[in-house]
T-cell receptor
Framework: AQSVTQLGSHVSVSEGALVLLRCNYSSSVPPYLFWYVQYPNQGLQLLLKYTSAATLVKGINGFEAEFKKSETSFHLTKPSAHMSDAAEYFCAVSASNTGNQFYFGTGTSLTVIP | DTGVSQDPRHKITKRGQNVTFRCDPISEHNRLYWYRQTLGQGPEFLTYFQNEAQLEKSRLLSDRFSAERPKGSFSTLEIQRTEQGDSAMYLC?????????????FGSGTRLTVV
């Protein structure tokens, strides 16, 4: 079985500050891990994915995430927050042996303070 | 590539009515997925198709929910005898066969309000 836990349902950062959104996963098989972003009244847009290649994954809009198996974590970071980063962020896991469905976390709402 | 299209964007219905939503996936994508997202939650998997075959439907919320993809292209999700608890965003996504490595492309969703 697969699941993810996102710590912190709301995160606020100042513009230009580091963004850190936390995700821990549980998986009975090697996982594939994803971060999605959702703007109000929109669908989900893929930010980045981990699929067992490099553990440090770079995505769109300056975001990156590091897969740490020992910590079962896949935290999302961005060195400098922009106002346009304000959105809801979801971590998701799928089983690498099937990949038929994703299990999403409950999301983290990011607020960027000018 | 026009992305994944969902219709309608918004639907308000009275309790007890039937509703049907449509999803048009990216044309070359052979997998199509339906998810439900309630307020403050992440998307919850409902069902998926590979071409016209519905390969997983045990996660559909009740027998009031059904989905079809008759020609392996667009799909419909029907909810019969709607209840207030069905109010949610219904998301469709599509992908190529090897979903696990590539992730999905999501549509913008259909927001259902049951009054």
């Amino acid at each position: 079985a697969q699941s993810v836990t996102q710590l912190g349902s709301h995160v606020s950062v100042s513009e230009g500050a580091l963004v850190l959104l936390r995700c821990n996963y549980s998986s009975s098989v090697p996982p594939y891990l994803f971060w999605y972003v959702q703007y109000p009244n929109q669908g989900l847009q893929l930010l980045l994915k981990y699929t067992s290649a490099a553990t440090l994954v770079k995505g769109i809009n300056g975001f990156e995430a590091e897969f740490k198996k020992s910590e079962t974590s896949f935290h999302l970071t961005k060195p400098s927050a922009h106002m346009s980063d304000a959105a809801e962020y979801f971590c998701a896991v799928s089983a690498s042996n099937t990949g038929n469905q994703f299990y999403f976390g409950t999301g983290t709402s990011l607020t960027v303070i000018p | 590539d026009t992305g994944v299209s969902q219709d309608p964007r918004h639907k308000i219905t009275k309790r007890g009515q039937n509703v049907t939503f449509r999803c048009d996936p990216i044309s070359e994508h052979n997998r199509l997925y339906w998810y439900r997202q309630t307020l403050g939650q992440g998307p919850e998997f409902l069902t998926y198709f590979q071409n016209e075959a519905q390969l997983e439907k045990s996660r559909l919320l009740s027998d009031r929910f059904s989905a079809e993809r008759p020609k392996g292209s667009f799909s419909t999700l029907e909810i019969q005898r709607t209840e207030q608890g069905d109010s949610a965003m219904y998301l469709c996504a599509s992908s190529l066969l090897n979903t696990g490595q590539k992730g999905y492309t999501f549509g913008s969703g259909t927001r259902l309000t049951v009054v």
